[in-house]
Every structure is written in C-alpha cells, then in structure tokens.
C-alpha cells in the first residue's frame, strides 16, 4: 500500500486533513511564505494528519463544515499522526471563490484517494514520510467529546443530529476561514 502513495506528504490539522480527502475540500490554506519555504509545487501529495488539534480549533471547524453541510466525524474518530490518503495539488492561487479558500495563498487539489491510516511523524511543508509505528493517542477530551455526561455507556440518542452552537465558536487564533 505504501508503494502506491506519493513519497513526498504535507501535514494538516484534523479535521482539515479529514475534509481534503473525504469532504470535497479543494483548496489547503497556506502563507506565500510557507509555500515557498516548504517546496509546494504542483504535483499528487499524500495527505498526513497532524497529531495536534484542540477542541477550540475542532469545535470552530465543525461549525465551520457544517455551514457547507459538512458533517464532520467525532474527534476520536479522526486518525491523527497518519497518511490518510492523497491528492493532486494542481494550482497555487491568492483569490477564489471556493468557499474553502480563506487566504492568503491555497493549494488547489484534486483528485483525492483515501488510504488506511498509516502511522507516520509528520514534518513542516512538503516532507519525505516513512512509515512508524502507532497512531496519535486518542486525549480524553476527544473521547469525551458529545458524550451524554461524559458516559460511554450513554446512548447517544440524536448520533445524527447536526453540530449545536447557539452562537459560533470563536475562531481559534492563527486560524484562516478553512
């Protein structure tokens, strides 16, 4: 399997990682100065999870999806410190009218493929990866998350039920709109 996937991966915060190969999200978010640091050309990629997502940024990027009628799995059921997949990056833009770009620069992708998590440390831009051996662990507010008083052995009566803010989160600081 790890012979079919690109040898070069770029590191997204889930549950970003997560929208570019499952939730139609063609546009990743970066600096110019981070494309140009990080060697991001036009070429197919495979997509690393990062390891670190807080609840604030989780909570925003729920809300976030969901204005696109995204629904984004529970915290604990995104795979962190992995290849999850791959992509074509196709463009480099500074202006588009995708709803997933929020600037200044985006990566245009195409193409996604998902793959089985595939443990691996992660690196600042484009980075050659190799396989290790476990997965991020999972914290306890990610196993949390949603649970009826914190209770795994609650049933969750609204599972389908969409995300509930009574107002937006508050968007994390260093965040862009997606």
């Known amino acids: 399997m790890t012979n079919q996937l690109p040898e070069l991966a770029l590191s997204v915060r889930q549950p970003w990682a997560w ?98 998590p595939i443990p691996c440390k992660g690196a600042l831009g484009y980075f050659r990866w190799a396989p290790a051996s476990d997965l991020a662990s999972t914290p306890k507010w990610m196993r949390d998350y949603s649970v009826v008083n914190a209770d795994p052995l609650t049933p969750d009566l609204f599972a389908d039920a969409g995300p509930a803010f009574e107002t937006p989160p508050p968007k994390p600081f260093g965040t862009r709109k997606s």
């Open 19 to 116: 929208a570019i190969i499952f939730a139609g999200k063609v546009i990743e978010n970066r600096s110019e100065g981070s494309i140009r640091a990080g060697k991001m050309d036009l070429r197919r990629i495979a997509i690393h999870a990062a390891t670190g997502m807080r609840k604030a940024e989780y909570d925003w990027a729920v809300w976030r999806m969901d204005q696109d009628g995204v629904r984004v799995p529970r915290p604990a059921d995104l795979s962190r410190g992995a290849i999850i997949g791959a992509v074509d990056v196709v463009d480099i833009v500074t202006e588009s009218d995708s709803p997933w770009f929020g600037g200044p620069c985006g990566l245009v992708l195409k193409n996604p493929s998902a793959c089985e």
